[in-house]
């Protein structure tokens, strides 16, 4: 078994590159574009272009967008597992990126955190060696259950599980003790700086790697251009750097990183070399408008 599952959110982006700082109660000029994303989307589709030979996704999306959805999920690569939902539209992002290119997010959520238990099959774990489950279905209760149904079941299976806290602002909303109790049985876990710190209380991204590790086995911190450093069992085990590049928009960054790390385990790699292959996925994201990979752009 080579495959990796992805249980995640499909979003449509809509991307607002501004050049200027927006002016309140005015126009402000900007690029806008709409994009496929989603930040399980987007791992999963940038997994496929790391090489990885079978990627699925399992997502809620709305059945206005569902088509669209499934032809740029099959053009990247994925086979697409999408839930069409009537009742509500898919998850809408309004991602608004600076001069700089970092990036604030405006999130509706939609159809995304609707996925629930009754919408997985064990069936979907056939082929698969690693489940990944986008930290976004961990922020309201069906998804949050649909997610634990699949640790479950690839636990069950001998399949290891990884996790993407996904949202440092959500986190918060949440609550970080509620987070890792439900996201505890994870093998990996690929946190942000922000959302390190914000798991742990403290104050250097180290630390909180250290500190996580104890609970999840194996940490990879992203750094932004700082690059990404590794922990495993309670120890820092290497440091990464990342490319130095021109960055356009940050949006999907983590979610290439992870991505291409999950592509690079099943390959064989270890856990550095992985976050290397990571590390240039990331910085290759941050050189393009979107999350997604070129192979999933018309």
Known sequence: MSGLLVVGDVVTDIVARHRTPLAPATDTAAEIRRL??????????WAARSGCPS?????????????????????AGVRPLLVPDGEVGTATV???????????????????L????????????????????????????????????????????????SVDPASAGFLKQLGVERFLAAARGAEALFPNADEALLLT????????AKTLSRTFPLVAVTLGAGGALVAEAGAVTGRVPAPDVRPVDSTGAG??????????RLAGADALEAAEAGCRAGAEAVTLVGGRPPSARP
């Open 114 to 161: 609707r996925l629930s238990p009754a919408d997985w099959s064990d069936a979907f774990l056939d082929g698969a060696a690693r489940l990944h489950l986008s930290g976004y279905l961990f922020f309201a209760e069906s998804s949050r259950a649909a997610a634990l149904r699949a640790m479950s079941g690839a636990r069950q299976a001998g399949i290891p599980v």
């Open 255 to 264: 979610d290439a990183f992870t991505g291409a790390f999950l592509a690079a």
């Open 55 to 75: 990627v699925a996704l399992l997502g809620r999306v709305g059945t206005d967008e569902a088509g669209w959805h499934e032809l740029e999920l099959r053009r």
């Open 94 to 112: 309004i991602s608004l990126v600076d001069a700089g290119a970092e990036r604030t997010f405006l999130t509706d959520s939609g159809a995304a």
């Open 36 to 45: 496929p994303g989603g930040a399980g989307a987007n791992a999963a589709c």
């Open 201 to 208: 209380g403290c104050a250097d991204p180290a630390e909180a």
